[in-house]
């Protein structure tokens, strides 16, 4: 009698062990930071006629806390892109984003996605999951950079830009 007592006992300690330390495990959330802006473009070529193009820029950053600091763990940059014209079609270009703190990220690759094709003609993103640390006060921005070209347009490149801050406090 005495060993099943002890048998009950020690087992129903170690369940209450094993059930204490699973509810005690701390799920971390991610938070995120995004920015996003919408350009549209107009050129007149010189013999062709009129060329547009509209361009939305947006870039995320996914970020955990950790005490003081902020560990920011993926990004990403996405461009939409409509063009219309008669001689000459506009492009574009998209860049990687950059923090002001020059800390380097890499490797980069192409994401993958959807969209309406009765509002965009294409869209292009890329994905880092370098993980890099700021304190939450800290005064580091991203920047992520596209170029939009009408070959033959009067002023053929336009520059559009979206920077956020890092902080997180």
């Given at each position: 009698?005495?060993?099943?007592?002890?048998?009950?006992?020690?087992?129903?300690?170690?369940?209450?062990?094993?059930?204490?330390?699973?509810?005690?495990?701390?799920?971390?959330?991610?938070?995120?930071?995004?920015k996003?802006?919408?350009?549209?473009?107009?050129?007149?070529?010189?013999?062709?006629?009129?060329?547009?193009?509209?361009?939305?820029?947006?870039?995320?950053?996914?970020?955990?806390?950790?005490?003081?600091?902020?560990?920011?763990?993926?990004?990403?940059?996405?461009?939409?892109?409509?063009?219309?014209?008669?001689?000459?079609?506009?492009?574009?270009?998209?860049?990687?984003?950059?923090?002001?703190s020059?800390?380097k990220?890499?490797?980069?690759?192409?994401?993958?996605?959807?969209?309406?094709?009765?509002?965009?003609?294409?869209?292009?993103?890329?994905?880092?999951?370098?993980?890099?640390?700021?304190?939450?006060?800290?005064?580091?921005?991203g920047?992520?950079?596209?170029?939009?070209?009408?070959?033959?347009?009067?002023?053929?490149?336009?520059?559009?830009?979206?920077?956020?801050?890092?902080?997180?406090?």
């Amino acid at each position: 009698m005495k060993k099943k007592n002890m048998f009950v006992f020690c087992s129903l300690l170690v369940l209450s062990l094993f059930l204490g330390l699973i509810g005690s495990s701390k799920a971390e959330a991610a938070s995120v930071k995004s920015k996003s802006t919408e350009k549209s473009f107009w050129w007149t070529v010189p013999n062709g006629g009129h060329s547009s193009a509209r361009i939305k820029l947006e870039y995320r950053e996914t970020y955990k806390l950790r005490r003081d600091k902020a560990a920011f763990t993926q990004r990403r940059c996405t461009a939409c892109f409509r063009r219309a014209g008669a001689t000459s079609l506009p492009k574009y270009s998209l860049g990687k984003v950059t923090h002001s703190s020059k800390k380097k990220l890499s490797p980069w690759r192409k994401g993958s996605d959807m969209y309406d094709p009765n509002v965009w003609n294409s869209v292009l993103s890329y994905e880092n999951n370098t993980s890099v640390q700021y304190a939450r006060k800290t005064k580091a921005t991203g920047t992520v950079k596209a170029l939009v070209t009408c070959r033959g347009g009067n002023v053929p490149t336009r520059a559009v830009s979206v920077t956020q801050r890092l902080n997180t406090k």
